[in-house]
């Protein structure tokens, strides 16, 4: 089958830092994207990784091990802004896109 | 510059009833996407179009048909609702670059069966 693990919630403080982490099982692979949603709102793209390392986008730091099935969103100097629900997914195929599912960003004051 | 538009924003049928979802962008990108949004399941998607022309299905189908009316429009029908496909309707499109497909997404479509 095809999973995509990532943990349910993450609470941190405004101005920390905090890691999202996303494991993945799928029958293709060709990159590890992130979509950030608020609440009621449509999902937004963040970054995209195809290949291994780190790509940095402001604030926001994305992370892709393909050796090991694995990724993660770095954010850094939270902001109140940034509570939300923040989706991996993986491009199995050309157009065809597996979305986990979710983890609920606290950040607290 | 409106990105991606759905009509409409909320919808309430009756179990057995049909209706179609409408979908637009203005990016002049040529794949479009319908995807489904049940708590705490993440976004599935239902069917995509690569180009005007070309429709495929995706990992949920059964019980929605698409069409790809022009380059801008992509249309999801339900032809018998039923209280299973209670969900918020995402559509999105997307164009390569550095062969990889960012994807716009539109407001949404909330919809209740009953």
């Known amino acids: 089958g095809q999973s995509l693990e990532q943990p349910s919630e993450v609470t941190a403080v405004e101005g920390a830092i905090v890691q999202i982490n996303c494991t993945y099982q799928?029958?293709?692979?060709?990159?590890l994207s992130w979509y950030q949603q608020h609440d009621g709102g449509a999902p937004t793209f963040l970054s995209y990784?195809?290949?291994?390392g780190l790509e940095e986008t402001g604030r926001f730091s994305s992370f892709l091990s393909r050796s090991d099935s694995y990724g993660y969103l770095l954010l850094q100097e939270l902001q109140m802004k940034d509570s939300a629900s923040y989706f991996c997914?993986?491009?199995?195929?050309?157009?065809?896109?597996?979305f986990g599912t979710g983890t609920r960003l606290k950040v607290l004051a | 510059n409106a990105g991606v538009t759905q009509t409409p924003k909320f919808q309430v049928l009756k179990t057995g009833q049909s209706m179609t979802l409408q979908c637009a962008q203005d990016?002049?990108?040529?794949?479009m996407y319908w995807y489904r949004q049940d708590p705490g399941m993440g976004l599935r998607l239902i069917y995509y179009?690569?180009?005007?022309?070309?429709?495929d299905k995706g990992e949920v189908p059964n019980g929605y048909n698409v069409s790809r009316l022009n380059k801008r429009e992509f249309s999801l029908r339900l032809e018998s609702a039923a209280p299973s496909q209670t969900s918020v309707y995402f559509c999105?499109?997307?164009?390569?670059?550095?062969?990889?497909?960012?994807?716009?997404f539109g407001p949404g479509t909330r919809l209740t069966v009953t």
């Open positions: 990784n195809g290949l291994d």
């Open positions: 799928t029958s293709g692979f060709y990159g």
């Open positions: 999105a499109s997307s164009e390569a670059v550095r062969g990889y497909h960012e994807q716009y």
């Open positions: 990016m002049n990108h040529n794949s």
């Open positions: 997914a993986v491009k199995g195929g050309t157009y065809k896109y597996i």
């Open positions: 179009s690569a180009s005007e022309g070309t429709t």
